[in-house]
């Protein structure tokens, strides 16, 4: 993915790794042989690209509030102890196959706003560090 990101936009690789995630959940759902595994092992790679890039993203063109913005996604990260124990709870009731709904709806969340953030506008200014003037 390092690699990767020297060539394409980052915000499209997180668009395609979201909505590639959200595709490999699907097949762990309703593919419940060798196939899902595949695709449960597969969703790692996409996973693999989320968190630094939705960083780099999500801080640029925020200028001064940039120490805001990063604070905010260091509180987000409480979704990753809150979500498997929502995906603990479907896979407890409905199946384990069936849990995979949960990341699944995470990553669509996440190509969602990688789809947001290709259609707007705020690409020109870059990242401001403290102190910088």
Known sequence: MTYLLGIFRPTKLLFTMGA????LCAIAVVTKDYAGLIAVVGIS???????????GVALQGLGPDTKFGAAGLVMAILGGAIMPLVMGKVMDQYGTAEGYIVPGICLA???GYAMF???TK????ELVAEGAH
């Open 20 to 23: 590639l995630g959200v595709v």
């Open 45 to 55: 790679v996409s996973l693999s690209l989320m968190f630094p890039t939705i960083y």
């Open 109 to 111: 969340l996440v190509a």
């Open 117 to 119: 953030d290709l259609r």
């Open 122 to 125: 705020r690409h020109g200014s």
